[in-house]
């Protein structure tokens, strides 16, 4: 699961969450773009790039978009446990 204690200062309260590329569990952002291209209702990009929570999902139909998302993170830089 992603870090929990590094979350990205932009993250909308709730449950799902991105890691800051400065987790000190290397486990941060890179700015890799694929969660704000691929369900861009639910991700943002900040200045740098990174990715930060802007909706929380609600629907079935959304939390399944938003867990692909998770899935296909290549830094485990994404978390639903927040
Ligand atoms: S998929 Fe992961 S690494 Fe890529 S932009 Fe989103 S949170 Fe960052």
């Given at each position: 699961m992603a870090n929990k204690d590094a979350k990205h200062k932009s993250n909308i309260a709730g449950g799902w969450y991105c890691t800051d590329p400065d987790d000190e569990n290397g486990e941060?952002?890179?700015?890799?773009?694929v969660c704000y291209t691929g369900a861009p209702d639910f991700f943002g990009e900040d200045e740098d790039g990174n990715a930060y929570i802007k909706k929380q999902p609600e629907s079935a139909e959304d939390v399944e978009l938003c867990q692909e998302q998770l899935d296909a993170c290549p830094v485990n830089s994404i978390g639903s446990d927040g």
């Open positions: 941060g952002c890179i700015a890799c773009n």
